[in-house]
């Protein structure tokens, strides 16, 4: 069964499941067999389908092992040549050690980012940061509903982020919260948010108004006033 996706990206048509594909140290070429079992090739196994269950919950993955040793031409036309090799999407993560669930991640959502746009409203933020708080509450009082994303509390919640935002400000620009999408175009943080709604506001703020009049002087018989 595949799990629901991420909210702020749900897909009008089923979409192709992100592949995970694992190279074993086992298998048999010609009268060659390997019989000892590769311990680091289990625990690659342990930890991807860990990650899978955990960081990776909600976003549709395909996992298929194979013994290497029956397969070696395939990784290897990749760059893959020391089992357990890794690819996600065809592309090799990690080969000849257990693998770093982290760099898994970040490869997965990287492949999501790609297969499916924003939809909607999204805030990237964190609990702890006022000036996310504030991004919300502004959303709020404009009646916005908005789909919010914790980097801290989920951790496919940052690698979705980076893997979405460093396209478009550049590998070394630091990426800071909260990151915004409105009805799914990218909006940016908090300033583009505040640049947003005065540019709304800005017709309102600058139409033509009478000009108030100037205090008189008192009529005679009245309190004077100083300089009448």
């Known amino acids: 069964m595949v799990p629901p996706l991420r909210p702020g990206t749900e897909p009008d048509a089923p979409v192709e499941p ?3 594909t694992i190279y074993r140290w086992e298998g048999r070429w010609g009268p060659f067999r390997i ?3 590769c311990g680091e090739c289990a625990l690659t196994g342990d930890i991807v389908q860990d990650t899978v269950e955990k960081e990776l919950k909600g976003i549709p993955v395909v996992v298929e092992s194979h013994p290497w040793l029956d ?4 990784p290897l036309l990749r760059g893959g040549w020391h089992a357990p090799i890794v690819l996600v999407d065809g592309r090799v993560i990690s080969q000849g050690k257990a693998l770093n669930r982290g760099l898994l991640t ?3 959502m990287e492949a999501y980012a790609r297969r499916l746009p924003i939809r909607g409203t999204v805030v990237f933020g964190k609990r702890n940061c006022d000036i996310c708080h504030l991004a919300c509450t502004q959303l709020e009082t404009l009646g916005i509903p908005y789909t919010w994303l914790d980097v801290i509390e989920d951790p496919a919640a940052l690698y979705e982020m980076l893997a ?3 396209p478009l400000l550049g590998k070394r620009t630091p990426v800071t919260v909260p990151q915004i999408w409105l009805n799914g175009r990218y909006l940016g943080g908090m300033d583009a948010l505040d640049r947003l709604v005065l540019d709304a506001l800005e017709p309102f703020l600058t139409e033509d108004r009478p000009e108030a009049e100037a205090p008189g002087c008192p009529a005679r018989g009245d309190s004077a006033m100083p300089g009448c």
């Open 71 to 74: 397969h070696w031409w395939r």
């Open 106 to 108: 970040q490869a997965v």
């Open 18 to 20: 992100v592949r995970i």
């Open 164 to 166: 979405r935002v460093k």
């Open 35 to 37: 019989q000892v079992p």
